[in-house]
């Protein structure tokens, strides 16, 4: 056996597996030669094989599994989506938020989460609708359904949009899985690569991270506290946007509501071009006074109404719906069978017994009223850390605040991750990164003090 | 008033409806004068609106609404997806069958869908799955649930695809909204658009209307009744292909089942490449002795098994999943999220249960009783038609079945859905065009005899 030097045994052993990586002998995925068995094979001490594989799991050529030793690196997926998941730097990502909240257990605080606490949900309404759909006719229970979803929930949707004066025929309304599901589709009917969109800045998180699996160009539009900023909107339909993607209703993060001023200005500009305004109407349930709807205004001409019920009935049953005109339905329910077949019908049953229930109506205003009463609660605990909010919500479960000049709320939503209290950083929410002085707080998570003992904690680290 | 030409007239009152469309005083989905307005407003009769409206319809500037009015026409969605839908000739396109099945009334006959009879699929299951669920813990039904969906359904699944000798830890699956939503997401992690992807021909029509969505080339290899032709699929190799999408199990539409040495033969090839297999487990639960699967060959190297339970529990509570590799896994969760946030929580303990409970593995064994009876009976009641099967299938539902020489299955399809019998004609199945002599039958859904007669009546015809 020919004695070399350590380093050259290192790379001798590196050298060996990208060979046989190269050559496919070990292909994506395939599990490398044990360290003993590799050692014995190359007459190399163990050592030298662990050291070897350490530096190509460095180079990313392989990785290691705990307790299931080395793996080739699977093949690498398109850049196309790839872009979308900017690890270095995951703290800000718009996807971070989201999967640090639905992975988060039951110790962690989430004031940075989205959606309601467990015990804030109709629970007793699901059960009683689940044992009414248990004896639904045999068709509900396990065939396909309708293209356009479950008939007697979108007449419901079309009587609850009344209520904003927004017009619909129950065949104008098509379901789909989930809201988010709605906005993907309604993407996928417009929008072509490098495609310009416009959205509001700060907006909905999971807007970025929608678009850009789209491939598409965003433009943000700064938002005011009552609609986006008009000189700033008229100057970006010069680049021909195909999609406005807003909320009109309560805008998250910032919890401000479209004023009628401002819808009309906005309408009178896009009657003048091609762009469709997709209004995600999603918290219209927790409203008090109902802001203007665009579609209120303008119908389906150049609007796509899009919502869904899982902010205040249930996240677990996904249900959403696109309201628009007939033309683009048609073509939405193509699209949805090529993409996803059909929405799940059952579900569709379930959710239409439980908003039926007269139940229903007051476990809405019962969250209203918390909601009410935590926001106070929020803007009270928050106000002796010099976190002040930028406007006081007239509804729902946002409050956007701005931290004392000097912090950065990245650097302590990454102190308090480390506490198990999970924060919505306000670049999240801002494709120019203008938010970085702004948390998102969810006045329905945010009772617990251990947040603001964390928050204190982490501004006097940071001071 | 000027007196005009009776064609003049009408000229006029058409210039003056598309000026106000061109000038945008009347917007896309604005609704029209009515016809006596019109007449009164231009002092010409209401025959002569009623004609000019005639011709604008069918120069597609405006619509008509039964009730409504005339409305104008809507602006048109981007041309990536209206390719996908040429209506001049809806009736071999890949989404016509299932558009027609959907939407059918319980009077039409179905031979051509690709499910089960409702009072084939165990209800008693559902109810009982229903009644379960109602007393779930809060968060099972409130909740977003875990990112890779319901933990205890995952590790079923994995157990399950042992009986097919695939080894998957449950974290190396991932829960989806259907099967036709996991090869959607699949899609979109690895294609952009004018990728070449591999499809079997004849392949499910649903592949197509997929494809087409994501806007790539495909190339279709014609399907042996074992597997891909060897030839074509190495020809084919050199176009470097992103994904190779295909049934191992029971082959839709042809029943034919993948052969252990051609699998072997397809994987040599494959390991050579980039290419990713995905193998649409979908029939699994109907085969008497499973097939090879790639995934069982390859492990999840080079290969993503997806899979649903519409089939053989119920279509109408939607799952599906994505077994593969760790790293594709984790991508595919950030793109669930970017793209429909969760799927159904709800609904995947609800199929966990019906799974789970020892009634479902006797329902799958009677199932699979009714279909051999029903494939016998189906291949002896087209006997005397001259309709005869390409091959006759181990297991599952489908036949495909050639028709006598000179007859066209679209021509024959079309005469047969004007007396309410849908059929699934060949091409819808075929990029190349090549089955226009195929018919494909649903063996579950071919017990009546008016499907024969209707059949017969349709050949006479075209005689």
Known sequence: MEKLAPSSKIERVITFIQQQIDDRVLVAGARLPSLRQLAQQLGVSISTVIEAYARLVTAQRIEARAGAGYFVTGIRASYAFTAIAPRLDREVDPLWISRQSLEANSTHLKPGCGWLPEHWMPEDLIRKALRTVSRSATSHLVGYGQPLGFTELRHLIAQRMQMTDVMAHPDQILLTDSGTHAIDLVCRLFLNPNDVVLIDDPCYFNFHALLKTHQVKTISIPWTTTGPDLEQFSAALAHKPRLYITNSGIHNPTGGQLSLAIAYQILKMVEQTDLVIVEDDIFADLEYVPAPRYAALNG????????????????????????????????????????????????????????????????????????????????????????????????????????????????????????????????????????????????????????????????????
Chains 1, 2 share one sequence.
Request: proline share 3%; glycine share 4%; hydrophobic share 45%.
């Open 300 to 463: 389906f001409a150049q609007v796509i109404q899009i919502g869904s019920f899982s902010k205040t009935l249930s996240a677990s049953m996904r249900c959403g719906y696109i309201a628009t005109q007939n033309q683009w339905v048609e073509q939405l329910i193509d699209l949805k069978i090529a993409t996803c077949f059909n929405n799940n019908q059952l579900n569709t049953e379930l959710i239409y017994h439980a908003l039926t229930d007269h139940a229903y109506r007051k476990h809405v205003e019962w969250l209203k009223q918390q909601l009410a009463l935590a926001m106070s609660k929020t803007i009270q605990n928050l106000q002796p850390l010099g976190i002040a909010p930028w406007i006081i919500p007239q509804a729902g479960m946002f409050l956007w605040c701005r931290l004392p000049d000097g912090y950065s709320a990245k650097e302590i939503s990454k102190i308090c991750l480390s506490q198990g209290v999970i924060l919505a950083p306000g670049n999240a929410f801002s494709t120019h990164q203008s938010a970085e002085q702004f948390l998102r707080f969810n006045v329905a998570q945010s009772a617990d003090q251990r947040i603001y003992q964390a928050l204190q904690r982490a501004m006097q680290q940071l001071n």
